[in-house]
């Protein structure tokens, strides 16, 4: 068998494995569809996306929040509390899948060019700034709506500043390292400290302090390098494999904490409503 005709062999039992998903049934459905069109005709007919936007907080009008975008918002969370009162399971609305990091690491693994090479490194950082932005987003809460704010604007402005040296100055591997290394230490101890002090509060918290620490433990096989197992499965390899399960303990982390705020957000609302 030729090179060629086993890459095609390969890449014909990789497709047979792909099956469908439904990723975004949540937008398709009828109670979504009612209330958004209703919220259209109603909220955002005759005014204008500038009308509209100068009525709205600046955040909003920086993110160029339309009337369309609030209505999509709006209808999504009223068909999520008609899931939850019929106890029927909630669909996936404008389902997204973040793999910007990952699709540059396939892309970077498979040819190695310095575009690829840039590509992938920056985007793993983008990740793990992105976790630290979602930490100060979950501890500060909507109560600090301001101190998010700050929060994402520094690490917005580092990353940009750390993408600039390694894209343009120098391409330093050391230096970004010891940037992801550092960022990754400040987010896990933070992750860690704020899972300990609302331990008895959300139980489940457990799940998000285990994925941090076995990502943790993970990086070591990025740090202490060594010869590829059979001359083909090296550290950076077995990093990929090791890291790949995480995520679903994460979001079931991710999916109790919903849970959990959404009980909070409907007790407030019946204690405002009983008074």
Not at 55 to 70: A, G, K, S
Not at 207 to 225: C, G, P, R, T
Request: glycine share 6%; hydrophobic share 45%; aromatic share 18%.
């Amino acid at each position: 068998m030729s090179l060629f005709s086993g890459y095609v062999s390969l890449i014909t039992v990789w497709l047979t494995q792909i099956t469908a998903t439904l990723a975004s049934t949540g937008d398709r459905t009828w109670i979504f569809q009612k209330c958004f069109w209703n919220c259209q005709g109603t909220q955002c007919a005759g005014i204008s996306d500038g009308v509209y936007a100068g009525l709205q907080p600046f955040y909003l009008r920086w993110l160029r929040w339309t009337c369309t975008d609030d209505c999509k918002y709006v209808c999504m969370w009223k068909a999520v509390e008609a899931y939850e009162m019929d106890h029927s399971r909630v669909p996936q609305f404008f389902g997204k899948i973040a793999i910007n990091a990952w699709f540059w690491a396939v892309v970077f693994h498979a040819r190695d060019f310095r575009f690829t090479e840039v590509m992938d490194y920056i985007s793993a950082v983008a990740l793990v700034m992105y976790s630290m932005f979602m930490l100060c987003a979950r501890v500060l809460g909507e109560r600090h709506k301001f101190g998010v704010i700050l929060c994402g604007l520094f690490l917005l402005t580092f990353y940009i500043n750390h993408t600039y040296y390694l894209a343009v100055i120098k391409f330093d591997y050391g230096y970004n390292m010891r940037v992801n290394i550092g960022v990754g230490l400040l987010n896990v101890s933070g992750w860690i400290y704020w899972c300990y002090r609302v331990r008895y509060q959300q139980p489940y918290v457990w799940k998000a302090a285990l994925s941090v620490m076995l990502v943790s433990a993970l990086v070591l096989l990025e740090v202490w390098d060594f010869p590829p197992i059979l001359w083909t499965f090296d550290a950076h390899a077995l990093w990929h494999a090791g890291t790949s399960p995480v995520p679903i303990l994460w979001y079931s982390f991710v999916i109790d904490d919903c849970r959990y705020q959404l009980r909070g957000q409907t007790s407030v609302s019946n204690g405002k409503k009983s008074t």
